[in-house]
């Protein structure tokens, strides 16, 4: 994946306001030949230069900001890959693996038409799902499907009695009477059953009205802000400290603080015959019922959640408000279950010592797990937010799936792109995870581009085995870029110097250019044509 | 010879009274259940010279009683027109499987009907 064109944006600031790279350089106190470099994008920027950058060319730090640059570079490759728009595609000579440096450059220098693009492509994949769930309302929505029923077997009376009445011969005066009456009746009901399927029809107009889903919109949220909330991570450890808690006796304290503080009241739940959920939380009372039955990561969760819940009501109020990724009452309320989850991650696996606990134990979840009590997928939730300066983690992707493939939370790298909508490449661990439930899978993968990373995936279940229902799983997988093999105890016994030791997997069918591989389940993007070099990149 | 006996299997009344109507005119004995069950009853206790079956009955589903009908030794030949609302593919080719004479959707023409009946079934 094209880096985020930061360095382009700097040149093109910079030739703005006429000033010279060597003076610019010497204004944030680096050399006119490393800020060449960074504005080449052969080296990374981000901090403190980023800031003094961003300051001496009068704009903000978010419209140098690589995040959304990448997101808006990810959003044109999936446009030219669209298949709905894949002649096109061709004629102009695109192709998924050629432009990503192209997109890279529209962004850099359009940021404003590249998001109007975006825009634009959201908004055909909603009218496209929209038209999807209208479908399959019309041919399963059981009311409708009555109505229409209803609406033929009124017109096929009043078909017979028309032709009765219009037909035959010597009708006597009764019988015309009845077949009179029968058009009557039977054309009353047929208006009735025609209102009703015009309004259904009519009620169907707000229905998926909006431009992204909830989740989509939380997604969204979490990626721009790096899946890291620094006033939320600071308010977290001020609750700790508040209550008193540390390591031991973690749970207690924290019930005893709540108690005091808030008036809450922790107590066991009693199972009431069939499944219960492990936590109810009764917010007039203020009165959280913990299942005694529900495993121990269970139940401190959502000891946690309700620490977050009454504590950091305001700090996570003030990010919701504040973030415009959040259109909607709905949207918003699932941020705020986010966020809260992800304070309960930050009371529990509080930074300092779970990074370095996490660096001692080389990220080996199930060490972290059994150290602090918490669920697999609250560990390899929280690795994924040690991201920041100073932690000195590996950077690790994130990615949630359930069997149908549906992806329900995702933090991609800078250089991994993980998919919004639909599957992933079906190679990854990922989905091979299913298979193994409960054991984890890890892979070294190589993407078409060169990019290598390793793979590890578990697949979990959601709830408590119970004799009674099915098992639900979900398949939860970190990711992170190959050259930190060596500090994960996942990477160990792979022959990672080996070219041949990394499995071949590509972002997604419809993005991947091996066009050999027999789990191909969308055609390959066309490649270009050598002829059409020359006009396709109109530099 | 006895007249031709047609039994209606059909729950809309209006339907029902145009169809007794006219078939009566022509000569036919009509009888006439509304629900699946009393269907299955009345052909297994007097399996009538022709049988109308709409597809959406009560209690038992159209193709369930067809299939009966088939797979009953007594009735294995006698002749169905069936009447439904949606004239899906899909009902058509599982009415064809289990066997059926004529399949005719709703709003269907009385002169569809009679054409038919006086096909498979003279009066």
């Known amino acids: 994946m094209a880096r985020a064109p930061i360095g382009l944006k700097i040149r093109e600031r ?87 440096d192209d997109a890279a450059a529209i962004v850099g220098r359009y940021g ?24 399959d309302r019309l041919n399963q929505d059981p009311v409708l499907s009555d109505a229409v029923h209803r609406m033929l077997s009124n017109a096929a009376a009043i078909r017979s009695a028309s032709e009765i009445l219009n037909g035959v011969e010597d009708l006597a005066p009764a019988e015309i009477g009845r077949f009179h009456r029968i058009l009557g009746d039977e054309s009353r009901r047929l208006a009735d059953v025609s209102r009703l399927i015009a309004g259904f029809f009519d009620a169907g107009e707000g229905e998926a009205a909006a ?16 899946n890291v909330f620094a006033a939320l991570e600071a308010a977290s450890a001020a609750v700790l400290r508040e209550a008193g808690v540390e390591d031991e006796r973690w749970k207690s304290r924290m019930i005893d603080h709540l108690a005091d503080r808030y008036g809450a009241v922790v107590d066991r739940g009693v199972r009431s015959g069939g499944a219960a959920a492990a936590a109810v939380y009764d917010p007039e009372r203020r009165a959280l019922s913990v299942l005694d039955s529900a495993p121990e990561p269970t139940r401190r969760f959502a000891i946690a959640k309700l620490a977050a819940r009454l504590a950091l009501a305001e700090p996570i109020e003030q990010e919701v408000a504040a973030a415009e990724e959040l259109t909607t009452d709905a949207a918003r309320a699932a941020a705020r279950e986010a966020l809260i989850a992800y304070c309960a991650g930050a009371m529990l696996m509080p930074t300092e010592p779970f990074a370095a606990e996490a660096r001692r134990a ?67 661990a990922v989905y091979r995870a299913f298979q193994t439930p409960e054991v984890s899978q890890r892979q070294l993968v190589e993407f078409p581009s060169g990019d290598r990373f390793l793979f590890v995936a578990r697949a979990i279940a959601k709830s408590a085995p119970s004799f009674e229902r099915p098992r639900h799983l979900m398949s939860i997988m970190l990711a992170c870029d190959a050259v930190y093999a060596d500090r994960i105890v996942y990477g160990d016994g792979l022959a990672l110097d080996q070219r041949m030791a990394a499995e071949p997997v590509g972002p997604s069918c419809r993005l991947c250019s091996r066009a050999e591989c027999d789990m191909r389940q969308e055609a390959a993007p066309t490649p270009m044509s050598a002829g059409m070099t020359e006009n396709s990149h109109g530099r | 010879m006895a007249a031709t006996r047609i039994l209606i299997a059909e729950d809309e009344p209006s339907i029902v009274e145009a169809l007794r109507f006219l078939l009566g005119r022509a000569g036919y004995l009509v009888d006439h259940v509304d629900d699946g069950e009393r ?60 066997g059926v004479n004529a399949f005719l959707t709703k709003p269907f023409s009385n002169t569809e009907v009679m054409d038919h009946v006086k096909r498979l079934a003279a009066p």
């Open chain 1, 14 to 100: 910079r030739k703005a306001l006429g000033r010279t790279q060597a003076a610019l350089a010497d204004s944030v106190g680096v050399s006119a030949s490393y800020l060449n470099l960074i504005e080449n994008g052969k080296r990374p920027i981000g901090g403190r230069l980023l800031k003094h950058l961003a300051n001496e060319l009068a704009v903000d730090l978010e419209t140098l900001d690589a995040a959304a640059d990448r997101r808006l570079i990810g959003d044109l490759m999936e446009i030219a890959a669209d298949p709905a728009l894949r002649d096109v595609a061709a004629q102009a000579g695109l192709a998924a693996g050629a432009s990503a």
């Open chain 1, 112 to 135: 404003g038409w590249a998001r109007l693009f975006s825009a634009l492509h959201h908004a055909y994949l909603d009218r496209d799902r929209e038209a999807a769930t209208l479908a």
């Open chain 1, 211 to 226: 431009t992204s889903s909830p989740t989509e919109e939380v997604d969204a949220l979490l990626y721009a802000r790096g």
């Open chain 1, 362 to 428: 080389r990220y080996d979840i199930d060490i972290l797990m059994r150290r602090f009590q918490a669920s697999y997928e609250q560990v390899a939730h929280r690795l994924a937010t040690l991201h920041r300066p100073g932690l000195d983690a590996p950077p690790f992707g994130f990615m949630r799936s359930d069997p149908s493939g549906f992806v329900t939370k995702r933090y991609p790298l800078s250089n991994l792109a993980l998919p919004r909508r639909g599957g992933a490449c079906p190679l990854w």
């Open chain 2, 39 to 98: 269907a299955l009853s009345q052909l297994a206790a007097a399996p009538p010279d022709l049988l109308i079956l709409d597809v959406m009955l009560p209690k038992r589903d159209g193709f369930e009683i067809l299939k009966a009908v088939r797979d009953n030794q007594k009735t294995a030949d006698l002749p169905v027109v069936m009447l439904t609302a949606k004239g899906q593919a899909r009902d058509k080719r599982t009415a064809a499987e289990i």
